[in-house]
């Protein structure tokens, strides 16, 4: 989406705005009513609801929270400073919209309970917001993936004192979606799912994941489909009730990192300046918790890194602990799945899939990245999830491309002398080759 542009948006501001709210505000209205009426002719009666939801009070005040994000909605898009995150905020509503109606019409639920009447002001929000909302259109609450969109716009730029009221202010109207008793729990976490994935789909940096096709290389396709049975395994257990529900979470990650491979490429991750989106880091969180113990499971028994070169070292990701401890001044973390550790004093990313065999280009710019980092002679670590495969083959690119070694079978030999356990497979040889051909 660069087509979009990142200009400031100067006299075209509001009504670049206005243009998205003229049409996001009717198609919420239509198509949430006739979400809304569809559910009550089919006289829906299914519920999800926990037992210990009965102790949450009904309290009347919380309309006030829970009506205020229609102003935070019109609000958030003046936040917005560029036309693409206009466009990319506009798209996220839309997206939250037409992913909720469809889950609507799909998966209908009702409100379980009867709320208790209200009077005096209270009573009159509460009585508007009854004239269009009726008990139905239950998961994913839309009212929570639109607060995590217009939180996420409101609170990114803002300063500390103004990001604390932000973030207050969206815990309460949270809280207000139970307190009303609009939705039931299990609203509220589906709904947070589906805010992230619009903030997934739409990145504030980086190009959108689902536009471009990614180039099917090395063993990605089979690397997709053993994620995908993954993602299916956890949702099938999700389809139990209760307390599986939360394999959910887990099934969204799985489901995601396989999109990655079969078509966004490590730019999926979304990591940029060796951090990650915030989409990313929550959507993602229970696979980048797996694979950082994965990390761990497998390189306990070595975790110091190993030198290759004067000033250069290979090796796992490390902690922040073991970077002051082993004294780097420089980091070069290849990596796509985590955020680059802190403490260095300088850190460089050059995102690479896990298992994946990177483009010429990537590997190219991994090798020059390493150049840039070692021209200081300060101590450089660079590193990938276990130290022996991504990272070993970027030292490789870097010992061709700077003439250190003369030949692949060289350069291979001296990474293997100062760390055994490195994984050249046969695609690596034929890709340092071809780099090593291409000077």
Same mark, same amino acid.
């Given at each position: 989406m660069n087509s979009i542009g990142s200009a400031p948006l100067?006299?075209?501001?509001?009504?670049?705005?206005?243009?998205?709210?003229?049409?996001l505000a009717p198609l919420f209205f239509l198509s949430y009513g006739w979400t809304n009426q569809l559910a009550a002719s089919r006289g829906v009666s299914a519920s999800i609801v926990f037992g210990w939801e009965q102790a949450i009070p009904f309290l009347p005040w919380t309309i006030v929270p829970y009506w205020s994000i229609d102003l935070m909605y019109g609000l958030s898009f003046l936040a917005c400073r560029t036309p693409r995150e206009v466009n990319h905020h506009g798209l996220r509503l839309l997206s939250a919209q037409l992913i909720s109606v469809t889950c609507f019409v799909l998966f209908p639920l009702r409100f379980s309970g009867e709320k208790p009447a209200a009077d005096g002001v209270f009573g009159t929000l509460f009585d508007a917001?009854?004239?269009? &909302?009726l008990p139905y259109n239950q998961a994913p609450s839309l009212h929570i993936s639109l607060l995590v969109i217009i939180w996420w716009v409101l609170v990114r730029r803002a300063s500390p004192g103004r990001c604390m009221v932000w973030n207050a202010w969206a815990l309460l109207v949270a809280a207000s979606v139970l307190t009303t008793w609009q939705h039931h729990f299990i609203d509220l976490p589906t709904? *947070?799912?589906?805010? *992230?994935?619009?903030?997934?789909?739409?990145? &504030?940096?980086?190009?959108?994941? *689902?536009?471009?096709?990614?180039?099917g290389e090395g063993r990605r396709a089979r690397l997709s489909l053993g994620y995908f049975g993954g993602a299916m395994i956890c949702l099938l257990m999700a389809m139990q009730g209760g307390w599986a529900l939360l394999a959910a979470w887990p099934a969204t990650a799985l489901a995601l990192v396989a999109a990655n491979y079969a078509w966004a490429g490590a730019g999926g991750f979304q990591k940029h300046d060796g951090?990650?989106?915030?989409?990313?880091?929550?959507? *993602?969180?229970?696979y980048r918790l797996g694979a950082w113990i994965n990390s761990r499971l497998w390189t306990w028994r070595k975790p110091e890194p190993d030198r290759v070169a004067d000033t250069l070292w290979l090796g796992r990701l490390p902690t922040a602990a073991e970077l002051a401890r082993e004294r780097f001044d420089a980091v070069v973390d290849v990596t796509a799945e985590f955020n680059t550790p802190r403490g260095a004093a300088r850190s460089y990313s050059v995102p690479m899939l896990d298992l994946a065999l990177p483009s010429l280009a990537t590997l190219r710019h991994a090798a020059a990245t390493l150049d840039t980092a070692v021209a200081n002679g300060d101590r450089v670590l660079v590193c990938c999830a276990l130290g022996y495969s991504r990272s070993a083959l970027s030292v490789a690119a870097w010992l061709l491309q700077s003439g250190r070694c003369d030949s692949v079978d060289a350069a291979i030999a001296r990474i293997r002398a100062a760390r055994p356990q490195v994984v050249f497979s046969e695609a690596h040889l034929t890709l340092l080759k071809e780099l090593s051909d291409g000077q």
């Open positions: 100067g006299p075209i501001r509001w009504q670049h705005s206005v243009a998205w709210l003229l049409l917001l009854a004239g269009f &909302d709904g *947070l799912l589906a805010g *992230l994935l619009c903030l997934w789909l739409w990145p &504030d940096l980086g190009t959108p994941p *689902l536009l471009p096709p990614g180039k951090r990650q989106s915030v989409a990313v880091r929550w959507l *993602l969180a229970p």
